[in-house]
């Protein structure tokens, strides 16, 4: 099976998963407070659980000395999007309006939706160098995301919560652990015949993490789809600014990403494959869910985020694979 058709097959069972989660929410069965339950669950529960064990059984010092730099490729994932980008919120009439169009087209869902694509294409490996592009994405979603949708305010406050953001530092300390202690890499697949007392603690302590971890995927699917039918987004005619985001974060940030890495590649500099597919990824993916929770708290224009959401994910299904084609055809 070609890769594209992987994304293809990959995407389709997302989207049915969406759907599960979205006529949960329209029905009833998943509240706004059990959304919101299940979104803290995935973020503040699952998530930090992945990225621990996730770290834990991949990395190496031989597998960080040749993925070190993919959290600054995730930074620079963001800085590029805004850059190439700006131009589209001209469209906008009020800077309120423009800082949110602008926000929206630059910030892509880095984590939660590019996850299943990626551990379906490259395993173990992807999902290691998808956890190291997130921690320069989430630096650069508090920091110049933030700077963006604010007009250049509260970069203090976001800061903050960037401290404590538990999935970062969850995915920092696996990290950390599994270079400071390798026999901490071989406690997911313990023999328990030739373990001490010690070693079983341990084993059941990581085998547990990583069953919660597997959580992710699914729930955050789910979450996804309670959240999208909680915004109220009627289908009439697009308005130009969100025009705007839908053309900005899934045609015009990935393709300028494609033909960046395309110039890089004539100076003789070339990124691996698992590296470089897995920033397409990224680049690839509609806006982030979040996103529309950061609007209402710092200030913006609310309708529009809650339509970009919904519209870049809807669109996206067709985006995502057609642009992984278009990127195995050109041989980029």
């Known amino acids: 099976m070609n890769d594209w ?17 979205w006529i949960g929410r329209r029905r009833g069965f998943l509240a706004n407070e059990t959304t919101g339950v299940l979104s803290r669950l995935v973020v503040d529960v699952a998530f930090p659980a992945l990225g621990l064990t996730s770290m834990l059984r991949t990395i190496d010092p031989v597998a960080l ?21 700006a131009l ?19 910030m892509p869902n880095y984590i939660f939706l590019p996850l299943p694509i990626v551990e379906g294409l490259y395993g173990n490996d992807g999902v290691r160098v998808l956890l190291l592009y997130s921690i320069g994405a989430a630096l650069g979603f508090w920091t110049i995301g933030v700077w963006v949708l604010t007009g250049r305010k509260a970069l203090g406050g976001a800061l903050r919560q960037l401290a404590g953001n538990a999935g970062l530092w969850a995915t920092i300390a696996g990290i950390v652990l599994a270079i400071a202690f390798p026999p901490l890499r071989g406690l997911e697949n313990l023999d328990p015949r030739q373990a001490s007392l010690a070693g079983l603690a341990g084993g059941a302590l990581i085998q547990a993490l990583a069953i ?21 987004t009627p289908w009439h005619k697009l308005s130009r600014p969100l025009w705007s985001v839908v053309i900005g974060r899934l045609l015009v940030a990935p393709l300028a990403t494609f033909a960046a890495v395309g110039l ?19 680049a690839m993916m509609p806006v982030g869910l979040s996103c529309a929770v950061m609007v209402e708290r710092f200030g913006g ?3 529009l985020a809650a339509q970009g959401v919904f519209y ?13 084609w278009l990127v195995q055809r050109l041989g980029l």
């Not at 890089?264 to 990224?282: E, H, K």
């Open 88 to 106: 589209l919120s001209a469209s906008c009439r009020t800077a309120e309006e423009r800082h949110t169009c602008l926000f929206l087209t630059g």
């Open 301 to 303: 224009d609310t309708e």
């Open 5 to 21: 058709a992987v994304v293809l097959l990959r995407i389709g069972a997302m989207f049915l998963v969406i759907c599960v989660g």
């Open 65 to 85: 000395r040749a993925n070190w730099f993919c959290p600054l490729l995730g930074l620079g994932l963001i800085a590029f999007a805004y850059l190439v980008t």
């Open 212 to 232: 919660v971890g597997n959580l992710t995927i699914p729930l955050s699917l789910l979450a996804i789809g309670a959240q999208l039918g909680g915004l109220t």
């Open 312 to 324: 870049t994910t809807l669109f996206s299904i067709l985006t995502v694979p057609g642009l992984y």
């Open 264 to 282: 890089l590649s004539l100076t003789g500099a070339r990124l691996g494959d698992t590296p470089r597919m897995v920033g397409y990824l990224i």
